[in-house]
Every structure is written in C-alpha cells, then in structure tokens.
C-alpha cells in the first residue's frame, strides 16, 4: 500500500523561503511522475510543479523562478524548495504520485497535506 507524508510546512513571512518533503513509502522509481498542487480556501486545486520518472520538470507559470522541484531517489522523497513566498502561496500543499500502464492510469495517489501560510 503506497503512502505519501509531506513535512516542512509552517508559517513564514512574504519573501520568505520552506522546503517541503514528500517521502514515499515504496521505490519512487516506480511512478512514471510526481508533483505538488495547491489548494486555498474557495479555490480549485492547482498544480504547482511535476517531475518525471526522468528527471523532466514542469512549473505552474506562478511560481516559475521562485519553486524548484526535484527528487532523491535513494531516500524516496520528493522535494519543492519555495522562496520569494507571497501571500498568494497560502495554501494546503499536497503530495501526488502516479503510475501508468502504457496509456491507462494503473495508480493515482495523494499524500494528506501540509500547510503554507504566509504573512504579509
């Protein structure tokens, strides 16, 4: 059974910078992607960024030059290092995992959450 945990989340003043963690319970290898979305009080969730089973990295045009992405594959864990926060980044930021099986999904999974609240 695959589960995802973020960590790193917290309060922090606008300009300010987290790193958040998602550590996996299994090989990260085995999903084709990754990635972070965002979702705020009365607002659809969003995606923030993606990486690939390749390394390939994909950002929502908001937080381009300010979010980076990446992954640790010995210590199955995911990262987004976030500065230059904005109030706009409030938000519950959750953990995504997906695998495929050609071009049907075969697993589709989500961590519980963490929180991103940033001051002004």
């Known amino acids: 059974q695959v589960q995802l945990v973020e960590s790193g989340g917290g309060l922090v003043q606008a300009g300010g910078s987290l790193r958040l963690s998602c550590a996996a319970s299994?090989?990260?290898?085995?999903?084709?992607?990754m990635g972070w979305y965002r979702q705020a009080p009365g607002k659809q969730r969003a995606l923030v960024a993606t990486?690939?089973?390749?390394?390939?990295?994909n950002y929502a045009d908001s937080v381009k030059g300010r979010f980076t992405i990446s992954r640790d594959n010995a210590k199955n864990t995911v990262y987004l290092q976030m500065n230059s926060l904005k109030p706009e980044d409030t938000a519950v930021y959750r953990c995504?995992?997906?695998?495929?099986?050609?071009?049907?999904?075969?697993?589709?999974?989500w961590g519980q959450g963490t929180q991103v609240t940033v001051s002004s």
């Open positions: 995504n995992a997906v695998r495929w099986s050609g071009t049907y999904p075969r697993g589709d999974y």
């Open positions: 299994t090989n990260i290898n085995s999903f084709n992607a």
């Open positions: 990486i690939t089973r390749a390394g390939s990295t």
